[in-house]
RNA sequence: GGUCCCGUAGCUCAGUUGGAUAGAGCAACAGCCUUCUAAGCUGUGGGUCGCGCGUUCGAAUCGCGCCGGGAUCACCA
């Protein structure tokens, strides 16, 4: 890329002018602000104790070399410290006319022997999927599609906490009070169906805690000796212990939650390559501790409990298997990490996991070092802030939780009534105008979601719902399918591909210029992106490229523009424009429809 | 209490490997559809970048100390 030219360049001309070796990193290269002439500054203060010389003059003398050393620089100026270098209209041309037509142009073919297992979503089968997760599957799916475009084989694993006191809870309660109800029975979604025993459990358990605590018990002894807590205890005991018909009923439950996850997921639009179940990975944790133990880098206390001493690396004592034998999350995690390691041996371990849970990644890979594994360098933690409501956070007791399927519903609503109120969708039959109504309610939840910076806490505020307008996911899309509307003028009235020789000859207006500038800055947002983890990039830049894109398209005609060299010209950003959208979009797991 | 994260316009967010007068969207107000889709474009108003000190030619960005908010430190997951 040019960018890489220009520094080496610059050290070339540092090593010329005044005889000192610097690498690239001493230089600060930088985007032109958009009120100064030029493509690219350089900033020169670094500069100055190696040249002795004033800003001006550095920046001047820099400047001059770089203009004859550097082909596609035709001009310079100088601010203060600050060199600014204009590119040549057929720099950019060159670019446009060379790349239009590719369709890898930004991402990497596969170049990484060794795949990225990426985790994300990770849910409990005791409960539906809330704004939560969404945020979680959202990210997930997304940064697998950036991670591919740089180059990444990727295999996605979901990671199914299936087994545990939580899961007790619902099964106990529908046995109580569930009257052999089923999905199919009651018509409700199988996840959504245990969600409710979930709620009447907490709600049960609850009462029977403020009954004990009102006869002198304090809060913490009616948490344990309430009735209800003792009896999915036993569950949880008999179901290790394969009781038969416990075994039975949570194999029901359970699958009942997996419909229900997968039709959530499927209009999400996200997948997995692999899925794991705790209740299948936890007993190689256990026998990976025990392993440990026998190495002595694990102490075990005189009841029998097991665990993990970090004391010496400012840490805790981290506990990895109880005193009765049994296993608890960290133990798990360690199995599972194992287990993926062995299946894939994967180059590095991406988890996409709250920040709630920051201090159980930290311990997890120390523990992993004790163990001697390895891998533990390569796990990295995509840890993502909490999605607030205005109320605060969510909390599923309090009923203030935002539901996956009924946001999504809600979104299909809202794009269904605010389409119709264009009268954009009189002319579609039913199944296009649901598609078309389903591609913008979910453009506008994702990009809303995608567009704040993973590691931030967001606020979603359900009762303004999500707008339409500015940077949104829909704004994009109206972007998109105004181009392919464009283009398909411009193909019905017979306009075709000029000479490039003579496009190449062609002086550039600042917008055209500015939007080619745009397309070329794809591939450093792609390479941004999987650097940082963050689909946000893309979001930003893509908003950008929409924002000037729209601009360039108001204020130029394209097919009723005079020159024939220029349409064909506009043509060609406005072609290369939609693409990059669709793929950046694409990036995001958003789909662009053709017309809107 | 220990550790970690956050604090930018009325609201939601960009900008944070130190660089030029701190940017968008929403909301408010004012314009632009006999010309390629007005879910668009243009303009106006709106800021002690939580506060203070320091490092630096230069700080929203780095360091220290406060203030405010959040997370976490379970034989929960």
Redesign the pocket.
Known sequence: MIETKLLEKTCEAVKHLYGHEIGT?AI?L?K??K??I?DY?I?V??LLKISRKSPEATATEIGLFLRDHVKEIIEFNV????L?LVLSDHFWMNFLVKNFSHPDFGFHKTRHERPVVLEYSSP?TNKPLHLGHIRNNLLGFSLAEILKANGHKVVKVNLV?DR???ICKSMLAYMKWGNKETPASTGMKGDHLIGTYYVLFNKNYKAEMLNLIEKGLTEAEAERQAPLIMEAQEILRKWEAKDIETVDLWKTMNGWAYEGFDATYRRLGVDFDKIYH?SKTYLLGKSLVMEGLQRESLIQ?E?G?IWADLRDE?L?EK?LL???GT????T?DLGTAQLRYDDYHPSSMIYVVG??????FDVLKRVLVKLGKAYAAHIQHLSY??VELPQ??MKSREGTVVDADDLMDEMFKT?EE??RE?G?ANELSETEANN?FNK?GMGALKYFIL???P?????F?PR?SI??????G??IQ??Y??I???LG?ANAAGFRCEDENVLLQLPLLPLEKETIVRLYQFQAAVIQAGDEMSP??IA?YL?DL??GF??F????????EIIEEKVALRILISKFTGDIIKKSMNLLGIEVP???
């Open positions: 990193g600060g930088e032109t602000k009120e100064i030029g500054t900033v203060f670094p601010i203060k410290g600050f600014n409990n906490n545990g006191i939580h705790e206390k009841d409990s400012g805790d506990l109880r005193s009765d296993s608890v999350y960290m798990q920040n709630e849970q920051n201090y159980h802030g909490m605060g956070k794009a605010t389409t264009l954009k078309l913008i567009k704040v910076d590691k931030k806490n967001m606020l505020d303004e707008d339409f307008n500015g940077n949104t829909p704004f109206y972007t399918a105004r392919q509307s464009l003028r946000a990039v930003n908003y929409a924002k729209n601009q398209y108001q204020e130029l005609p394209v097919l009723k053709e017309r809107m």
